[in-house]
């Protein structure tokens, strides 16, 4: 990016942050100052680092395409983006997002490093390919960094396409996903016999489920790990609701709820990327904020952990 860029940048994100903090919704001298130092991950299977906030799309960007929709999915697009975001996860699973987001990223340009993530979901090797070629006329990008095998569906199939694939130079990156909690054993089985780049799971503070066994196995195996549900789809907030944000999350740049649920999910080894999904400018600039400063510790991730169980 050069530097008529970075001072563009730097003015929109300025505007933005002061229109919100004029409605109370943001910080912005901390936010912005926390811009300076963004926290990346390494891909153990190239060297190559992610931002370890990015953005999922299903629902929120599962929208009909009328213009009202469309401007305000391309100003949460455009935060995303002047945050430093880069990682998008879609999936031809989520209705209209995939055309919706092909549609923005014609008229909003994105970064050079975008790091586009969508996933296969049907059953053979021909409906595999036809899909993924879709997916990539819709999103109008070259070719993907990284697709993923939708929930195991049919998986050894799809692995032997996606892998000739990556062979080819068609992607980068293979990976298989899951959510919920759902298929954990056989997920494990066949992360242990398959190379895969990528796992895709949920894990948050409110279900811990993954740090048993499926977080251990993708640290041991060098697969990166990307965090879908990092909110469990909002209910967190739940929970938090009527709750002010602890003292002591300032001690690690933590502003808010939103930044509380997103910098524990990384702030665990084992995590290269968490991807929230929002359909709200504010939320995107809140959630982008977690990506910077500093991460919870272990002794105050165990401190994260009780207090918000004892809500
Ligand atoms: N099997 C799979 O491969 C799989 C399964 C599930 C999900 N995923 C991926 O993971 C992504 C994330 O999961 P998800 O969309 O299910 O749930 P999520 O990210 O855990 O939660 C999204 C919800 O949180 C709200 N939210 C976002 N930021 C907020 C903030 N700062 N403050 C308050 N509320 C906030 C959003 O509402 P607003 O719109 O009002 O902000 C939305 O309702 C998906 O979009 C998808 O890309 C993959």
Redesign the pocket.
């Known amino acids: 990016m050069n530097r008529t860029h970075n001072r563009n940048d730097r003015r929109r994100f300025l505007k933005l942050a002061a229109g919100l903090a004029a409605i109370g919704l943001l910080r912005p001298a901390k936010t912005f100052a926390q811009r300076e130092a963004q926290i990346t991950r390494v891909i153990a299977s190239s060297g190559q680092r992610l931002p370890v906030i990015g953005?999922?799309?299903?629902?929120?960007?599962d929208v009909t395409p009328d213009p009202a929709a469309m401007a305000n999915l391309g100003e949460v697009l455009q935060a995303f983006f002047q945050q430093g975001g880069t990682v998008i996860?879609?999936?031809p699973?989520?209705g209209n997002?995939e055309q919706v987001l092909g549609d923005l990223l014609r008229r909003i340009p994105p970064p050079a490093n975008l790091f586009a993530a969508t996933?296969v979901w049907t059953d053979g090797e021909e409906s595999g390919i036809e899909q993924m070629e879709h997916s990539r006329q819709l999103w109008g990008v070259d070719g993907f960094e990284l697709i993923?095998i939708?929930?195991l569906r049919d998986w050894q199939v799809h692995y032997e396409t996606l892998m000739a694939m990556k062979s080819e130079g068609k992607i980068r990156y293979v990976g298989i996903?899951?959510?919920?909690g759902?298929d954990h054993d056989e997920l494990q089985s066949v992360l242990k016999s398959h190379p895969f780049d990528f796992v895709?799971?949920?894990y948050?503070v409110g279900n811990r489920d993954a740090e048993r066994e499926l977080l251990p196995l993708a640290a041991d195996r060098g697969i990166a790990v990307?965090?879908?549900?990092?909110?469990?789809?909002?209910?967190?907030?739940q929970k938090t609701k009527g709750h002010p944000l602890p003292d002591w999350a300032a001690d690690f740049d933590c502003g808010?709820?939103?930044?509380f649920?997103l910098k524990y999910v990384v702030s665990h080894p084992a995590v290269s990327c968490?991807?929230?999904?929002?359909?709200?400018v504010?939320?995107?600039v809140?959630?982008m904020g977690a990506g910077f400063g500093r991460l919870p510790d272990q002794t105050e991730r165990r401190r994260m952990e009780s207090y918000f169980a004892s809500l």
């Open positions: 953005m999922g799309t299903s629902r929120t960007f996860d879609s999936s699973m989520y997002s996933k993923q939708h929930n996903t899951t959510s919920h759902r895709q799971f949920s948050n990307i965090v879908n549900r990092p909110f469990a789809r909002g209910s967190l907030f808010s709820w939103g930044q649920f968490a991807i929230p999904a929002t359909s709200k504010h939320h995107m809140d959630n």
